[in-house]
Nanobody, 123 residues
Framework: QVQLIESGGGLVQAGGSLRLSCEASGGTFSSYVMGWFRQGPGNERDFVATISRFGATTSYADSVKGRFTVSRDNAKNMAYLQMNSLQPEDTAVYYC????????????????WGQGTQVTVAS
């Protein structure tokens, strides 16, 4: 069973950038599809992005396409979310997630979750 720990959240001005990291342990990292979700104040947890086991395929929510980039380093058991051109509406707790199965887009329902990291974008 894989354990996930996120880091890299914080406070940033609108238009700025942040890079979130997700460290995985307890499993064979390359066996897992990795992804990111977020939950803003008063909102449900929403899909952000996924990346396939060896990084060949990615999928993004429409709201982040062209601004966010998901990546992974299987040698380091790490996944990343590079977030550029951040806007106040991106303010949320961001969760790293993992699952053995790939489903394209927001229908992906991962089994494993991190604790989340807060991202706050000031206007």
């Amino acid at each position: 069973q894989v354990q996930l720990i996120e880091s890299g959240g914080g406070l940033v001005q609108a238009g700025g950038s942040l890079r979130l990291s997700c460290e995985a342990s307890g499993g064979t990292f390359s066996s897992y599809v990795m992804g990111w979700f977020r939950q803003g104040p008063g909102n449900e947890r929403d899909f952000v992005a996924t990346i396939s086991r060896f990084g060949a395929t990615t999928s993004y929510a429409d709201s982040v396409k062209g601004r966010f980039t998901v990546s992974r380093d299987n040698a380091k058991n790490m996944a990343y979310l590079q977030m550029n051109s951040l806007q106040p509406e991106d303010t949320a707790v961001y969760y790293c997630a993992a699952d053995r199965n790939w489903i394209n887009g927001p229908r992906w329902r991962p089994d494993y979750w991190g604790q989340g990291t807060q991202v706050t974008v000031a206007s």
